[in-house]
């Protein structure tokens, strides 16, 4: 009985070894190269493509104030709060003939926002606007005379820089005449 067994385990024994010999070598290999894996840094891995940026809006291009003017005043004939106005020549009106006039807001009720702006173009010597009248409100600057800052400049042609020509104290005796529309004469629409 024995005998016909023995080269059966002669051969199981020869196949256990060497099966035993493999996954030893297959483990060597293994171990070999799991260093070498781990070992990669994190740094090296390629990164995720990151999202493409949205495409900018385009954007209008900035309107720029005109030189010599507060730059609050930029692309004020773009405004849209106030009435386009033309003073009739005889109105005996002080800053020319005829005058635009402009504003970043209208009235709330009785008076205009914080941060308002109202600009007015007089004409003189062709030039449709020689002289910029302004009137800025800034809340709390100056409550006596509701709170506008007031300046006017004037230009000599159209290629020079405005200067100041004159503010505040000056226009608060007429302006004084509209305290009850908020200092401002011209009307809403
Ligand atoms: C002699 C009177 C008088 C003086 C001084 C005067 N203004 Fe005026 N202003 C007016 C009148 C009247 C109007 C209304 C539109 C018009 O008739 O020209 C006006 C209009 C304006 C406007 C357009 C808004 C509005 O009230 O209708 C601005 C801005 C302005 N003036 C700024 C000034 C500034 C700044 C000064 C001082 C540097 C000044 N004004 C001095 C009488 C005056």
Known sequence: MTRPLMPILALLIALVLGLAACSDD???????????????????????????????EPEPPAAVAEP???????GYRDFSGLVSL??????????GGVKNVFATADREGATFPDGAVVVKEGERGGDQAAIVAI???VAGVDPEHGDWEYI????????????VLAQDQVCWGCHMGAIDNDWVFTPSP
């Open 26 to 56: 297959s483990d060597e290999g293994a171990s070999a190269d799991a260093p070498a894996d781990e070992s990669t840094p994190a740094a090296e891995m390629p990164e995720p493509d990151p999202e493409p940026a949205p495409e900018p």
């Open 135 to 137: 009137m800025r409100k």
């Open 68 to 74: 010599g003017l507060p730059d609050y005043t930029a």
């Open 86 to 95: 033309e003073i009739p020549e005889n109105s005996g009106a002080p800053h």
């Open 152 to 163: 006017e400049y004037s230009r000599s042609d159209p290629q020079s820089p405005y200067t």
